[in-house]
């Protein structure tokens, strides 16, 4: 078996209160990554960006220091029940130039 090389990218992270870090991020995290900063303020729900693990990837990143908020949301349908919705709070500029 070939093992894929994944594709990293460095982020800045600029919170709320101002800290300021770097951070590498490649795989799955650094799609979640990608997904919140398209978001912006809306957030993301497994509903509309499906990942098979979206509350693992809000917890690897939240590990690394970077503030995601979850909001639990009701839905109706078929399967009634309730969803997560992660927002980023956190301003997030890519290495290469591209920021939310």
Avoid at 14 to 43: I, P, S
Avoid at 68 to 90: C, D, M, N, S
Wanted: charged letters at 20%; aromatic letters at 8%.
């Amino acid at each position: 078996m070939t093992e894929q090389k994944q594709e990293k990218t460095i982020y800045t992270i600029t919170t709320a209160m101002g800290k300021t870090f770097n951070l590498v991020l490649a795989g799955r995290n650094r799609w979640a990554m990608e997904q919140l900063m398209k978001a912006g303020t809306h957030g993301c729900t497994p509903i509309n960006n499906p990942a098979p693990r979206w509350s693992a990837y809000a917890f690897n990143l939240r590990e690394f220091g970077v503030p995601i908020e979850t909001v639990t949301e009701r839905h109706a349908g078929p399967y009634p029940g309730h969803h997560a919705r992660y927002v980023l709070q956190a301003q997030v500029q890519r290495g290469d130039g591209g920021a939310t």
